[in-house]
Structures are given as structure tokens and as C-alpha cells.
């Protein structure tokens, strides 16, 4: 019996990816329980919610996702605590550089330190190829419903959130759906 539960627990585990940090309440990061929780209300109205979170940049100048609005975006929440997310980073650097100025990718940073992240990305974004979010308040994580990691976010130019995946994923899952949100 000992052994079948902790054969469960690990399987949901890599299942769903790393374990989470505690959130705000999606009613604390200012979004409508109907759109934090699995995207059940508008797919458009979730996006709206988005862009009025505000975040900030690695030099922490307060930034918004409203400078991607009317474009194709990936976002992608993110911890360098996280393994699968440290693997799928650099995927993430890949397709963005092979399909440059038609899609932005947004990695959004969960509550670790400018500091950190400059350094994760030294080794494993030096060109700047993604867009970098601090997230020190986790407003994003709550707002899309967050319980895995990584969790990321496939978004068209008209702002309807085509795709909401939860876990890692492949280079070549990353750019199957990125042809997908560019059809």
C-alpha cells in the first residue's frame, strides 16, 4: 500500500511538472475568479485581465504585456528552482530566433531576484533573444490558475489565448504550437 501511494504521488509529480510556490488569490492580483481558474471564462477577456497586470524588467523599470497587444505572444511562467523550466528556456530561445519578429516570447520569472535571473540567463539567453518579466508579487501565476511548472501561455494577435499549457514541453511541441497560433 506504501508503495502504490508513492508511486502515485511521483507520478503526479511528473505529471504536473515541479511543485508551486504559494500564490496571491487570483482576487488579490485584481483578476475575476471566472478567468484565473483553467481559463473558464473568455479566452479575450483573460488576455485583457493580463495586460493590466504590471511587472517589471530586469533593471526594475515597471513594465506591462500591453506592448504585446495585437501581436502573436508566448508566455511562459518560470522559476530557476524549477528543472523542467530550466531545460525548456533555451527551447524557448530556439523558436524565437527561428521565427524572429512573427511571435514575441515573454518568460515571466516567479518571485526570485533580478540578480538570479541575470545570471540564469547569462548562461542560458545571452543574446536576449526572450523578453524578461519579474513577477516578484506572482500576479501572473495567480491570474492564469497556476498549479504546475512550467506553465505557459500561446496567445493570437486578436488576444484570444489559443492554447494554456501546464508542464514542459519539447522544442518540437513548442514549435508545432507556434505554427498553430501563426495559421
Sequence with gaps: MKY????????????TGCTTLPTTSPSDA????????GLLGSKAGLWQELIGLTFEDLDGTPVS??????????????????????????DFVTVQKEFEDRV????????????????????????????HYQDVGDLFY?????????????VRPDGI???HKRGPMTVDEIRGHVQKLLE
Design 4 to 15: 502504490s501511494l508513492s508511486l502515485l504521488a511521483l507520478t503526479v509529480l511528473l505529471i
Design 30 to 37: 485584481g483578476v475575476s475568479v471566472t478567468d484565473a481558474v
Design 65 to 90: 504585456l500591453a506592448q504585446f497587444d495585437g501581436q502573436a505572444v508566448v508566455i511562459n511562467s518560470w522559476a530557476s528552482w524549477c528543472i523542467f523550466c530550466t531545460k525548456e528556456i533555451p
Design 104 to 131: 514575441q516570447f515573454v518568460v515571466i520569472n516567479r518571485r526570485e531576484s533580478a540578480d538570479d535571473a541575470r545570471a540564469f540567463f547569462a548562461a542560458h539567453d545571452p543574446t536576449n533573444a526572450l523578453v
Design 142 to 154: 495567480a491570474a492564469i490558475g497556476g498549479f504546475a511548472m512550467p506553465e505557459t501561455l500561446f
Design 161 to 163: 489565448v489559443m492554447l
